[in-house]
């Protein structure tokens, strides 16, 4: 039988004894003053220095570097944050949080590698919204009136710039770049919050070395002189996007429910 190993990180001491409850290990990211508890990603080989950036992917950095070669074979590996969990199964949620968290390997996961968050659809998002957020220049783009070409590029563009997404992809490698550029032109949905399941070592080792190989080039373009929400964190933007991509097309992956939570709140 396989065994779960998840890591929840997070960006305040005070949610150690939640995450401690789950049986989850606590991955401490940020300034935050943290225990000693907390697995950390500013130790040995690290790039903490550009969380603010990379946000997550400064412990998966670490992780890989550091941690991955040292956890047990066939186990499943996986990552949440302090907001947002994966469900124990496809029913409806629970009331109680932690009943309602996975714990253990559900058998629908049987002949997978990876575990994706449910996608989330790009079409419904209302006029006001894309003026708003992308400016008066998409008044002269179809998708801006046409749901049906919604796609993860015009999204994109949106929310964290037109033409980045377009300026990343040319820095892929060549087995990537043709096949991730089809991808943001012919889906209209992602799987968000770079949050996945992995039973395979070499598999998780294989995204680390094209998703850091790919995001160093890219900081050679847009740097770190970087402002306001949707273009300080580009780095993991970028990263979220490729890991829907990535998961897909290299492992046989399956989409499983994710749910929010306010780990502040009571159980």
């Not at 225990?35 to 890989?64: G, M, P, Q, V």
């Not at 002949?111 to 996608?119: D, F, K, L, N, Q």
């Not at 796609?151 to 377009?166: Q, T």
Request: with cysteine; charged share 25%; aromatic share 20%.
């Amino acid at each position: 039988m396989h065994k779960l190993k998840m890591f929840s990180l997070c960006i305040f001491n005070r949610h150690l004894s939640k995450i401690k409850e789950l049986n989850y290990i606590p991955v401490g990211l940020g300034n935050d003053n943290f225990s000693k508890e907390w697995l950390r990603d500013n130790t040995n080989n690290n790039i903490s220095e550009k969380n603010k950036y990379y946000a997550e992917y400064t412990f998966h950095y670490w992780f890989w570097k550091n941690m991955i070669d040292k956890i047990e074979k066939n186990t499943w590996i996986g990552f949440c944050g302090y907001q947002y969990f994966w469900r124990n199964d496809l029913k409806i949620s629970k009331n109680n949080f932690k009943d309602n968290v996975l714990h253990t390997v559900p058998n629908e996961w049987e002949g997978y590698e990876s575990i994706v968050a449910e996608p989330i659809e790009l079409i419904n998002y209302k006029f006001f919204k894309i003026i708003k957020n992308g400016g008066w220049s998409f008044l002269a783009d179809p998708a801006t009136y046409d749901k049906k070409k919604r796609n993860l590029k015009f999204n994109f563009d949106v929310f964290h710039g037109k033409g980045i997404l377009d300026k990343a992809i040319e820095l892929l490698d060549d087995d990537n770049r043709d096949d991730f550029k089809n991808y943001t032109l012919n889906h209209q949905s992602f799987h968000k919050w770079n949050m996945f399941i992995c039973r395979s070592q070499d598999k998780i080792k294989n995204y680390y070395e094209s998703i850091f190989k790919w995001l160093l080039k890219c900081e050679t373009i847009f740097g770190f002189d970087l402002h306001g929400y949707s273009k300080t964190r580009i780095y993991a933007f970028l990263a979220e996007r490729y890991l829907s991509y990535w998961f897909t097309k290299n492992t046989k992956s399956l989409s499983w429910p994710v749910f929010k939570h306010n780990i502040d709140l009571p159980n």
